[in-house]
């Protein structure tokens, strides 16, 4: 592994009280080895940097380190999911991908870092919490998915009582922010924080929305695949 890597690997592992910085470098290189990683960043200190350094700013949430099951929706190339497992060995993290070859890529990626408390589920997390998943995590989190109201439909469902959604945004949208406050309402959340962060030296207008789930979630929530984002709460 190339010394500046190392270094700030290391440095990650300080920074967020984590026993060993070896599981954060395992999945670098398995992300490096990866040929179906579904990201063009797969290597070297922009991997580190836009992969595990800023998945592992969800780590200043309380309720994400104290979580015993978390539930990753649209997990993409499989962040921040992997690299909170890897932080968290004693936290089942479920990573939820529709898209099956994103999927496949993420369990290869969970298997080649020996992550055995990573688990891909793939299908829709509307799906999921029509199944399984309803009311099954303490915490849900979110990066690049798509707008607040949505992300709130799509994780609600999944939380239990008391559970908390986190979201990875970058600057601030304040219609997104209103919209969200009334699809929150509508769905038993309330917003908790709003924590800027700062993953890595020289990143700029990062923000974690975090929410609250404060009463039941309806039960016409979710509704059918595809229409939180068609049709968002807040219009």
Known sequence: MDPDVSRETQAL??????P????????LEAL??????????????PALRTHIADSLA??????????HAIADIGAGAGFPGLALAAALPTTRVDLIESVHRK????????AAAALTNAHTVAMRSEQWAS????????AVTSRAVGPLPVLLEYGAPLLRSGGTLVAWKGGRDHDDEAAAAV???????????????????GSRERHLHVYLKVR????RFPRRAGMAAKRPLAR
């Open 13 to 18: 592992a300080r920074r967020y009280r984590l």
């Open 20 to 27: 060993a910085a070896a599981p954060l470098e395992k999945l």
């Open 32 to 45: 490096e080895r990866e040929p179906a990683a579904p990201t063009t960043v797969r290597s070297g200190l």
């Open 58 to 67: 969800g780590l200043e949430v309380e309720e994400i380190r104290g979580a």
């Open 103 to 110: 999927a496949e890529a993420i369990e290869r990626l969970a």
């Open 131 to 138: 199944h399984n998943g309803r009311n099954a995590y303490d």
């Open 183 to 201: 699809a929150a309402r509508i769905l038993g959340m309330q917003r908790r924080l709003l924590q800027p962060v700062t993953p890595y030296e």
């Open 216 to 219: 039941d979630t309806p039960e």
